[in-house]
């Protein structure tokens, strides 16, 4: 088996990364092998992956970020190399990473949140299940692929939480507030009863008119056209509504620690963005108040 076919077992039953994931790391590898003509990948030094880092800004010319993942994926094929006793050491350990500007999310303001979600047609044939899919993404953080995929059996309202799976197929319990319970039962109880539900989407929560699970290009559409009947000029999208729900717990005051759990964020580094929103809310609210600022 190839050391590249070795590395695909080995995210896909060890790291429990999506297929998709793995073969995105497959591809950075890929482009690596084709870069070395022939070379093997065992065989490659910290000169040869400088070089392909090069190529990646010159010729082939890959935004940062795209150069920041593909660097990503190599170091963890080459860390894998080593765990196996494939290679001795890791080329890529000083491979250096392209210095990115820290791009912090777009947020609404609660009551540009409350004003999406007035913006609902409650009267409409699909407004109930588009109040409750903005109430969960706003009041549980869930990423727009988690919302698509919630099921019925992971909703556990009684004990006043969902089980969420995200990233990697890991599961993580999110508490539901009453607010965005009641919104979801009354589209379970009301439209969600009078749609005719195929065989494979039966235990799925959102389902559009046809009774199949709904496409994340769907949401998508759906938050633009309501953000634009609110009159939100800023650009948002459905992990606008998971950015508002972290950042407004933190701004109450809320542990980071409780905020990466509810996000399901591997690392608080990640979750440790928002407190820099934090700070800018700070800063604009003395701007704002304050007389000798």
Same mark, same amino acid.
């Given at each position: 088996m190839s050391p590249i076919a070795r590395f695909r077992q080995y995210l896909l039953l060890e790291k429990s990364l999506s297929t998709q994931t793995a073969e995105a790391y497959l591809?950075?590898?890929?482009?690596?092998?084709? !870069?070395?003509?022939?070379?093997?990948?065992?065989?490659v030094d910290i000169t040869d992956l400088q070089e392909f880092a090069k190529y990646l800004q010159g010729e082939k010319m890959v935004e940062p970020t795209s150069q920041a993942r593909i660097i990503s994926g190599i170091r963890a094929f080459y860390r894998f190399l080593v765990i196996e006793g494939t290679i001795s050491a890791n080329p890529a350990a000083l491979l250096d990473t392209p210095k990115l500007g820290k791009k912090l999310p777009s947020v609404l303001s609660i009551p540009e949140v409350e004003s999406v979600i007035n913006a609902v047609d409650l009267s409409a044939p699909e407004g109930?299940?588009?109040?409750?899919i903005i109430e969960v993404l706003y009041g549980c953080g869930l990423r727009v692929?988690?919302?698509?995929?919630?099921?019925?059996?992971?909703?556990? !309202?009684?004990e006043g939480y969902i089980r969420v799976i995200g990233k990697g197929n890991k599961e993580r319990i999110v508490p539901i507030g009453e607010t965005a319970r009641k919104a979801v039962c009354n589209y379970i109880e009301g439209r969600r009863q009078q749609v005719k539900v195929?065989?494979?989407?039966?235990?799925?929560? !959102?389902?559009?008119?046809?009774?199949?699970?709904?496409?994340?290009?769907?949401? !998508?559409?759906?938050?633009?056209?309501?953000?634009?009947?609110?009159?939100?000029?800023?650009e948002i999208s459905p992990h606008t509504f998971r950015h508002s729900f972290a950042t407004h717990l933190v701004e109450g005051g809320a542990d980071l620690r409780a905020v990466q759990e509810m996000l399901g964020h591997e690392s608080i580094t990640t979750t440790e963005i928002y407190t820099h929103l934090d700070r800018q809310y700070i800063q604009s609210t003395i701007a704002l108040f304050h007389p000798r600022y």
């Open positions: 591809h950075d590898i890929s482009l690596l092998a084709s !870069f070395l003509e022939g070379k093997s990948l065992e065989a109930h299940r588009n109040r409750a692929s988690e919302l698509v995929d919630l099921r019925l059996s992971c909703l556990h !309202f009684e195929k065989k494979e989407a039966s235990d799925i929560v !959102f389902l559009n008119h046809h009774g199949n699970k709904l496409t994340r290009v769907a949401i !998508f559409t759906m938050v633009k056209d309501l953000a634009k009947i609110a009159g939100i000029t800023k």
